[in-house]
T-cell receptor
Framework: DGGITQSPKYLFRKEGQNVTLSCEQNLNHDAMYWYRQDPGQGLRLIYYSQIVNDFQKGDIAEGYSVSREKKESFPLTVTSAQKNPTAFYLC??????????????FGPGTRLTVL | AQTVTQSQPEMSVQEAETVTLSCTYDTSESNYYLFWYKQPPSRQMILVIRQEAYKQQNATENRFSVNFQKAAKSFSLKISDSQLGDTAMYFCAFVGGSNYKLTFGKGTLLTVNP
């Protein structure tokens, strides 16, 4: 089955530690995205990538980093510079390119808690 | 910049009744797409319905339909014959022009009561 996987489902981090959230897709989509979800805030875009080896900052990129070395993978690192990292993180992908219709497909999410 | 506004933070409806969720947006783009996503308690985001701005006909998917008013920049979601499984957070979203990014509203929490 085609889809998006995120791991782990739950992640606990001590203050000052960097952690990396995994996102993998087998939909052959060009574009991938990371969102952060907080209560009452909806989804806010952290980073997005339209093609391998290229990515752009979203609306709340400070304290986060990403890489896009493979089409299938778009890991997100939450660094110690992120002051309030406790949140629910969603990864998404879309077809991209000229055939795009904007629809994004979402993974099941990772709940990050800072202890 | 595009903005999406959902003015109803919470709504409730009785099972089998009809409910309408509101969404307005602001954009200068002429070609764009609008979406309603559902996020049940499992937190998995699920696409409910999609509307292409150049299509005048309102999109329909089974019990879900939209009222797309392009001039008013309004995109409401109607859920008919509400079911308990419809209980979820509903997000309105927009993508337009050459921009890949989805802009989301803050969501409406819908509760279907038995």
């Amino acid at each position: 089955d085609g889809g998006i996987t995120q791991s782990p489902k739950y992640l606990f981090r001590k203050e000052g530690q960097n952690v990396t959230l995994s996102c993998e897709q087998n939909l052959n989509h060009d574009a991938m995205y990371w969102y952060r979800q907080d209560p009452g805030q909806g989804l806010r875009l952290i980073y997005y990538s339209q093609i391998v080896n290229d990515f752009q900052k979203g609306d709340i990129a400070e304290g986060y980093s990403v890489s896009r070395e493979k089409k299938e993978s778009f890991p997100l690192t939450v660094t110690s510079a992120q002051k309030n990292p406790t949140a629910f993180y969603l990864c998404a992908s879309s077809i991209g390119g000229l055939n795009r219709n904007g629809e994004q497909f979402f993974g099941p999410g990772t709940r990050l808690t800072v202890l | 910049a595009q903005t999406v506004t959902q003015s109803q933070p919470e709504m409730s409806v009785q099972e089998a009744e009809t409910v309408t969720l509101s969404c307005t947006y602001d954009t200068s783009e002429s070609n764009y797409y609008l979406f309603w996503y559902k996020q049940p308690p499992s937190r998995q985001m699920i696409l409910v319905i999609r509307q292409e701005a150049y299509k005048q006909q309102n999109a329909t998917e089974n019990r879900f339909s939209v009222n797309f008013q392009k001039a008013a920049k309004s995109f409401s979601l109607k859920i008919s014959d509400s079911q308990l499984g419809d209980t979820a957070m509903y997000f309105c979203a927009f993508v337009g022009g050459s921009n890949y990014k989805l802009t989301f509203g803050k969501g409406t929490l819908l509760t279907v009561n038995p």
